[in-house]
């Protein structure tokens, strides 16, 4: 394993919350507790934008299409021109604080969650449509050709149907579920629970199956851009399920053992089968999913890693630590 190369590394003005890149790879977007929103070109690192986004701090970035969308304390949601470095609209959550951003794949349309509440915009800021849950709101994902919402709430996922509003379906379990994530081909939805265990569903036929046996709850999933894997926290190492072929179910998963403590922060690819992982012992370590469980890189931040994300077409990374740094590395696996 070969040390990651530092590229650049910006000062934040404040504890770091959310990072994200853009589809395009021309800006990486950071927010922070403060509530700036600072954009950087994230190939040379240079500071594009200091924005006042959200009284109370950031809570959710994501980039469409065209617009950045952030969300936060202030119980709103917004829309970037980071171009220009302007708000375009302001999205009304309802109640609560804004926690919860997802574009739909093709970045067309936004849903964002408040509370219990549920909103679906255009890429200019119109409601398309509203929806209220029975319990707060733990995670937001679209199936792979945005028709379908998943909204986790209490111990079920629900699933709205885009085009008219209507509840397609209550996928129900046990304990409440802290999250929601859909495979990119959309052919199942998983999501981690307070019982420590991994729940998914198959789509079409519904079935669904569980993965447990975690020491801990599995607050972070990510899932690799073919599908086929799933990474988990919740153990001293990142569990990763095969869904290739049969699936995971009776199968041992992969286990990627690194970190001195806990990793915390999943991050992958979104076109290569990479993994980014980072921890509270200050390392990020980056993976191969089909190479097995070596590690191919590692770097050493200030602090405890907060947030991570890939360039979607050149080799580097970035990684934020709890004293504020934003980093960025090369990364050859």
């Known amino acids: ?106 970045g067309k349309r936004l849903a964002t969650a408040a509370g219990k509440n549920v909103k679906l915009w255009n890429e200019q800021g119109a409601a398309i449509q509203q929806w209220t849950a029975s319990a707060g709101i733990n995670g937001l994902a679209f199936n792979a050709v945005g028709g379908l919402l998943a909204a986790t709430a209490g111990a079920e996922v629900l699933l709205w149907r885009c085009a008219d509003g209507g509840l397609d379906r209550r996928l129900k379990w046990v304990s ?63 569990i990763v399920w095969n869904f290739s072929g049969k699936g995971p179910e009776g199968s041992k998963p992969m286990q990627l053992l690194h970190h001195l403590r806990a990793p915390d922060v999943l991050t992958a690819h979104p076109k290569k089968p990479l993994l980014l992982s980072g921890s509270p012992d200050k390392t990020i370590v980056l993976w191969d999913l089909k190479a097995g469980e070596a590690p191919q890189g590692q770097a050493t931040l200030a602090a405890a890693v907060s947030a991570l994300a890939f360039h979607p077409s050149l080799a580097m990374a970035y990684a934020c630590d709890a004293e504020g740094t934003l980093s960025a590395f090369w990364i050859d696996p």
Do not use: C
Request: aromatic letters at 8%; hydrophobic letters at 45%; a negative charge.
């Open 1 to 106: 394993m070969k040390p990651l190369t530092a590229a650049w590394q910006a000062t934040l003005d404040d504890y770091p919350t959310e990072l994200a890149v853009s589809r395009d790879g021309a800006v990486v977007a950071a927010g922070t507790a403060s509530g700036k929103l600072q954009v950087f070109d994230a190939s040379a690192g240079d500071l594009l934008h200091t924005l006042d986004a959200h009284a109370g701090g950031v809570l959710a970035l994501a980039f469409g299409r065209n617009a950045l969308a952030s969300a936060g304390q202030d119980g709103h949601a917004r829309l970037w021109d980071v171009k220009s470095g302007t708000a375009t609209a302001a999205l009304p959550g309802g109640s609560g604080w804004a926690s919860h951003l997802q574009w739909t794949p093709d």
């Open 176 to 238: 409440t579920l802290i999250n929601t994530h859909w495979s990119p081909d959309g052919k199942v939805l998983a999501a981690g629970s307070i019982d420590k265990s991994v729940h998914f569903w198959r789509a079409g036929a519904w079935l669904d199956s569980k993965m447990g046996g975690y020491a801990k709850k599995p607050q972070v999933l990510a899932w690799s851009a073919d599908s086929k894997f799933l990474a988990t926290t919740g153990e001293d190492a990142i």
